[in-house]
């Protein structure tokens, strides 16, 4: 009784010293008028990754930012119950918020929709799965290594995982091979899509309609959805920029217009200029977009391997070689060779208590590739691969160590 009384005592002390909600409301208060011209000031400056060269900062300003907030709350496109009664959406935030997509999902958007927001300070295995057992999760924001995690752990249990509604991977390609095997694991009761981003374009561009079953006629597995409403792209040809646009499946570089680009590069006018083609972002990403408009990412522009004049895209092997069942992990480069320009290397992690030989890895993928694809550069067993925060693999950093060991 006693504790009680002292709570009664600082309840009444609190209200003395509080505003009456009426006075607040009734008070006219003189407030400028709201500044438009602010709209287009830089309001964060997130740094671009570097995976392919120096990190330059981004200016995105406040329109880009709320608009794309804005593009990502379209009905046909949300996923998300704002908070009523006694539901309220949870989400465990392991993505860092200081890169463009955790700062986003994480910060802003469950903002708008009062979400309980479950913070991991650092990813570590098992508290990650306590968090999956201890709370409710209702959807995952992730990048491709968490998923692969997901799958192969395993101490997560698909009964961890009833709540879930849905999980977006995102900042990197996730295989169709990777989301197939997600669904044999945890059912295809939770939806598993991908999106798609640039720190430059604050970050989202595309994500998977809710009813996307409806508008495709062809199986769309590893593929990164549809264009967000006010954005335009299109396809060019890697080797004629300033030609027409490319027409369904045709492979090239992908160009993007929308209130979600970036205002340009910190200080540097000169890059900012190069990474613009007549008034359109250019990504650097090359992709394909199907009949229905769906759009699938095949690697990134400057890690094309070029073998006697073919491009081999690192993503393709990549994905081949974690369907062998000794494989955890893998990335791959390409490295100089005297004859073919470059050949294809790979690093691999094996999975724990596996015996991994490279020689039956590299069987495995000779029969199931052309003979410009075939690891001819050699296979490297590592304990792990080199990422950014988001889970990119920084293939720049294979390359150095390469070329330091010599080989």
Request: a negative charge; glycine letters at 8%; charged letters at 20%.
């Amino acid at each position: 009784m006693h504790s009680t009384s002292n709570s009664f005592q600082e309840c009444d002390d609190l209200c003395r010293s509080c505003i009456d909600f009426g006075e607040l409301v009734d008070t006219n208060t003189d407030i400028p008028d709201f500044d438009h011209e602010g709209l287009d000031r830089m309001a964060f400056l997130p740094y671009s990754s570097g995976t392919t060269g120096l990190p330059k900062g981004v200016e995105l300003t406040h329109n880009n930012l709320v608009s794309n907030l804005c593009q990502g709350a379209h009905q046909d496109f949300n996923k998300f119950v704002s908070a009523n009664g006694n539901f309220q959406e949870v989400i465990s935030a392991v993505l860092p918020m200081f890169h463009i997509y955790g700062f986003m999902v994480n910060l802003l958007n469950v903002a708008t929709y009062g979400t309980k927001v479950v913070t991991i300070p650092r990813f570590h295995p098992e508290l990650y799965i306590s968090v999956l057992k201890q709370h409710a999760i209702t959807a995952i924001y992730a990048a491709p290594p968490l998923v692969l995690f997901m799958i192969q752990h395993p101490d997560v249990r698909a009964e961890y995982m009833k709540n879930v509604k849905f999980i977006l991977s995102a900042a990197a390609p996730l295989g169709s091979l990777d989301e197939q095997h997600f669904q044999e694991k945890f059912g295809d009761t939770i939806s598993i899509t991908q999106g798609y981003g640039l720190t430059e374009t604050s970050p989202l561009v595309t994500l998977f309609p809710k009813k996307y079953a409806e508008e495709t006629s062809q199986p769309v597995t590893g593929s990164i959805g549809k264009l967000l409403p006010n954005t335009r792209a299109k396809v060019i040809s890697l080797d004629d920029p300033t030609g027409p646009p490319l027409g369904p499946n045709e492979q090239g570089e992908l160009l993007l217009k929308g209130p979600q680009i970036m205002k340009g590069y910190h200080n540097k006018p000169k890059e900012t200029e190069e990474t613009m083609l007549d008034g359109w972002l250019r990504t650097g990403d090359i992709v394909r977009y199907n009949e229905d408009g769906f759009l699938f990412v095949t690697d990134r522009l400057k890690e094309l391997i070029k073998v006697k004049g073919f491009q081999v895209a690192p993503a393709e092997l990549e994905e081949l070689i974690r369907a062998f069942p000794a494989v955890e992990e893998a990335a791959v480069i390409g490295i100089p060779h005297p004859n073919h320009g470059e050949v294809p290397r790979a690093y691999v992690v094996p999975k724990k208590d596996t015996s991994l030989v490279p020689d039956e890895l590299d069987k495995f993928v000779a029969s199931k590739v052309a003979n410009y694809k075939r690891l001819s550069g050699g296979i490297e067993v590592v304990d792990a691969i080199p990422k950014t925060p988001s889970g990119k693999i920084l293939r720049r950093q294979l390359k150095v160590m390469h070329q330091q060991q010599g080989r």
